[in-house]
């Protein structure tokens, strides 16, 4: 074999090698974006950062675009069990957009590390507030004041979106539960439709700024698709407090493992 043939090949399987470990945290982040009402951000951004050593800002706005198809998959199978307040997802959309916008200009501005400290901070007081009960027995008519609350959680969670590429459920969901008594299952379905509005209107700032690798993104959206339907259903059965405390350690797990690769490979403060 030539030496051109044997380069040719040697890059197929580096490819090929790459885009594995990415398929498969597209195959974990679906289901728990399906089961919690998540994008999948969550574990997409550190899992691209840990297994093919993405940069922080590249893999936020990478895992920002997987999150669009994968939100849609979940949110097909929340639907399909009436699992969706549309009324709320609606006020809560018009922020997220507006809120993404400004995300994803901070994303193209702060340093990778500072992004990564934000993110781990994110993740600990997600779990933190997920180990503690909350009852939920639905929400009552909206108000001009609730329906005010709803477009600012929505721009907090659009701002979330854009710069740490993640969906904006682990805001949006305890928000929905606490503020509004919407029953968990009800908020994460909701959840994933405003998603998809914050991760479309990101992604397309993401795109101009050059900050999605999307031929990853594909990978991650149709391996995620696969999973999050499953999710979906599984969700409709689980109690709610093992849900919230599996999820809870996940998050900490997660956090624990990017504090420990940013003190061991500390990234410069700005490229």
């Known amino acids: 074999m030539s030496n051109a043939s044997t380069t040719t090949v040697d890059r197929a399987g580096a490819a090929t090698g790459r885009l594995l470990?990415?398929?498969v945290v597209g195959l974990l982040a679906g289901f728990l974006a399906?089961?919690?009402g998540v994008g999948g951000g969550i574990l997409i951004v550190?899992?691209?950062v840990l297994t093919v050593h993405m940069t922080q800002r590249l893999?936020?706005?990478t895992s920002l675009a997987a999150v669009v198809p994968i939100s849609v998959a979940s949110l097909i199978s929340y639907a399909a069990h009436g699992n969706v307040d549309w009324n709320v997802a609606v006020w809560l959309a018009i922020g997220a957009v507006g809120g993404a916008v400004v995300g994803t200009r901070l994303l193209h501005?702060?340093?990778?590390?500072?992004l990564a400290i934000i993110f781990i901070v994110v993740l600990v007081a997600s779990a933190l507030r997920l180990f503690l009960?909350?009852?939920?027995?639905?929400?009552g008519d909206l108000s001009a004041?609730?329906?005010?609350?709803?477009?600012?959680?929505?721009?907090v969670t659009g701002v979330l979106a854009g710069l740490l590429g993640v969906g904006g459920g682990i805001i949006m969901v305890p928000a929905m539960i606490l503020l509004f008594g919407i029953e968990p299952v009800v908020a994460k379905g909701t959840s994933a439709a405003v998603i998809i509005a914050a991760a479309v209107m990101g992604t397309w700032r993401n795109r101009a700024n050059d900050n999605t690798d999307l031929r990853a993104a594909a990978v991650i959206g149709a391996a995620g698709i696969v999973t999050a339907a499953n999710g979906g259903t599984l969700a409709d059965r689980m109690s709610d407090d093992v849900s919230n405390v599996l999820f809870a350690t996940l998050l900490l797990i997660v956090a624990a493992r990017m504090a420990w690769g940013l003190r061991?490979?500390?990234?410069?403060?700005?490229?």
Do not use: I, K, M, W
């Open 46 to 48: 550190p899992g691209l």
């Open 59 to 61: 893999a936020h706005g």
């Open 34 to 36: 399906g089961l919690f």
């Open 264 to 271: 061991r490979n500390a990234e410069p403060a700005a490229e």
């Open 133 to 139: 009960a909350a009852d939920a027995d639905g929400r």
């Open 109 to 114: 501005v702060l340093p990778q590390r500072t």
């Open 21 to 23: 470990p990415v398929a």
């Open 145 to 155: 004041g609730s329906v005010l609350a709803l477009v600012v959680l929505g721009v």
